[in-house]
């Protein structure tokens, strides 16, 4: 069996790949609630971004959960978690906020000329209050949208005492998975959350490192994996079908369930993945996924106006396709060399070893 840290590097460009086409201009994330007629493009737009994809934040929040409970220490020491919580906030707000500056900039640019671009963050003439809601996703989506996903991780991660208070009862966890759980698709998030359902996924992370059996579970899953991988493949398939039928009025707690047991599936995949040589190719993609993943938004706008300059826009058609290739392969390829640009510039002045991705720790 290949070992845990060799299926997380193989596995974290696949996840970041799938946040990616999540964020690809009029994909169907949510094909319930659009209204387009079922065709082979809408359907595989629905398929990739709206059902499989979705469950790759849950995963890397199970794997940051899996990690922090088992690294971290008992952080019973007089400085123990004020230095646990820098580190957190150094790894994980301060690239959000760094990478949401430029989005920021943007925006206000645009406002000041007239456009009506995200109106709900009224960044122009100057607001501080504003500007700050749209750095730190404080009761709004951010500038950088996808970089919500690090303030709940950072949350979530300064809980982990709790967490593990609350991993020591069976009885008690499930309680309060099924809490957060209902709140999620009952859409509760106390005017506060962005995403309550990343804490769940952060917890199992956690209560999974708390378990001794869990090598036992891991070791099912690697026998396994086939099977689980193609059955999450076809109840996604199925699932993109019912969301756009005439009506899915069940495909959000569907959606939900669906993401509930993805982590297994996408953890499964990784058995499959690391054994060979797409594995070690994966491997050398791994350390710049966290940069892909910062800045990924950004390359697509950029490519997104200038595919429409010289090809206009298009829906779900050939061209439209291509495009969404083509925004995957050049976010890992222009954000991928900045990060080579920059590992090694940090390396030759610091004389330190390469960096690792913080959002798995």
């Keep these: 069996m290949v070992d845990r840290s060799t299926r997380i590097r193989a596995l974290r460009p ?129 500038a950088n949208p996808p970089l919500y996903f690090l303030r709940e991780l950072f949350l979530a991660a300064l809980l982990l005492p709790v967490w593990r208070l609350i991993a020591r009862s069976v009885g008690f966890s499930a309680l309060v998975a099924i809490a957060i759980f209902y709140c999620a698709v009952a859409g509760i998030h106390f005017d506060f959350f962005i995403r309550i359902d990343i804490y769940l996924y952060f917890f199992i992370g956690v209560f999974l490192a708390a378990r001794p059996d869990v090598r036992s579970l891991d070791g099912w899953l690697c026998a396994h994996a086939r099977g689980l991988v193609l059955g999450f493949v076809l109840v996604c398939a199925a699932l993109a079908l019912y969301g756009l039928g005439p009506n899915p009025e069940h495909y959000w707690l569907a959606l939900n369930l669906v993401r509930l047991t993805g982590p297994v599936a996408l953890w499964a995949l990784a058995t499959m993945l690391a054994a060979g040589a797409v594995g070690r190719v994966l491997e050398v993609l791994s350390p710049v996924s966290f940069t892909v993943f910062l800045g990924h938004a950004i390359v697509i706008r950029v490519a997104w106006w200038a595919w429409r300059e010289l090809f206009g826009a298009s829906r779900f058609d050939v061209a439209w396709w291509c495009f969404f290739v083509l925004a995957v392969a050049l976010s890992f390829a222009i954000l991928g060399s900045l990060w080579w640009l920059y590992d090694r510039l940090r390396r030759r002045l610091l004389n330190t070893a390469p960096g690792q991705d913080p959002v798995a720790r």
């Design 14 to 142: 696949v996840l970041i790949a799938l946040v990616v086409t999540v964020h690809i201009p009029v994909t169907l994330y949510r094909p319930d609630l659009r209204d387009v007629a079922l065709s082979f493009g809408t359907y595989f737009s629905a398929l990739i971004s709206g059902c499989i994809a979705i469950a790759a934040l849950p995963t890397l929040s199970v794997i940051s959960g899996f990690l922090a409970g088992n690294s971290a220490g008992n952080l019973t020491g007089r400085y123990a978690y004020p230095a646990y919580a820098a580190r957190k906030f150094r790894r994980l707000i301060v690239p959000m906020l760094l990478w949401g500056l430029p989005m920021v900039v943007w925006i206000y640019t645009r406002q000041a000329g007239g456009f009506s671009v995200r109106p709900d963050l009224a960044l122009f003439p100057f607001d501080l209050e504003q500007w700050l809601r749209a750095l730190t996703a404080y009761q709004k989506l951010p």
